[in-house]
């Protein structure tokens, strides 16, 4: 198994264009996770999947960003009218543990720059 | 809800030990503890899942006092490779990380 891979490895982009980011997890892993981290910041929870339910969503998130997880597989997370406040570098992680244990694993990111 | 964490940055000489601490307002139910170096994601160092448990793999262990809504990672006997961004993590509903304690190990 090759990891957590996440593409693309980084993204530029003008205010107001959509992007989409792909994550595909660990492959016997049910839980995919996303989250944003800034600079000198811990990362910041978006959302998490267990298989293909998407089933909690941050209430920071705001209703630009959309996250999918079809078939309960690979995950995608796209965010539309990009503004420069959504400069960051972008993670996924998945887990296969039951609920309070949770060993994550982590791609190694997305760092977007909306210019 | 993002647990607190203590001290926000420490530099230590190799060999030396260190304390993390990691502290919640609201109950914790598990801690886990990843490492994070400069340009890289989190890696997973230990996740503790009861009050009173401790863990620990080579010269890093941890443990939990639940009561307290306290987690504290111990790093002993220091190494250069154990330079990095510490984040405690615990799940309530969402996952929720530490505000993260930078530890540098210098020769």
């Known amino acids: 198994d090759t990891g957590v891979s996440q593409d693309p490895r980084h993204k530029i982009t003008k205010r107001g264009q959509n992007v989409t980011f792909r994550c595909d997890p660990i492959?016997?892993?049910?839980?995919l996770y996303w989250y944003r981290q800034t600079l000198g910041q811990g990362p910041e929870f978006l959302t998490y999947?267990?298989?293909?339910?998407?089933?909690?969503k941050s209430r920071l998130l705001s209703d630009r960003f959309s996250a999918e997880r079809p078939k309960g597989s690979f995950s995608t997370l796209e965010i539309q009218r990009t503004e420069q406040g959504d400069s960051a570098m972008y993670l996924c992680?998945?887990?296969?543990?039951?609920?309070?244990?949770?060993?994550?694993?982590f791609g190694p990111g997305t760092r977007l720059t909306v210019t | 809800q993002q647990p607190v964490q203590s001290p926000q940055a420490v530099i230590l000489r190799e060999g030396e030990d260190a304390v993390i601490n990691c502290s919640s307002s609201?109950?914790?139910?598990?801690v886990h503890w990843y490492r994070q170096k400069h340009g890289e994601a989190p890696v997973f160092l230990m996740i503790?899942?009861?009050?009173?448990e401790q863990k620990g793999h080579d010269k890093i262990s941890a443990s939990f006092n639940e009561k307290k809504q306290q987690s504290s990672l111990y790093l002993t006997a220091s190494q250069l490779s154990y330079s990095g961004t510490y984040f405690c993590?615990?799940?309530?509903?969402?996952?929720?990380f530490g505000t993260g304690t930078s530890l540098t190990v210098i020769p």
């Open positions: 992680a998945s887990s296969s543990t039951p609920k309070g244990s949770d060993e994550q694993y």
């Open positions: 999947f267990q298989n293909e339910a998407q089933l909690e």
């Open positions: 993590g615990t799940l309530g509903g969402q996952f929720y």
């Open positions: 609201k109950a914790l139910y598990s």
């Open positions: 503790l899942l009861k009050g009173g």
């Open positions: 492959s016997e892993h049910n839980r």
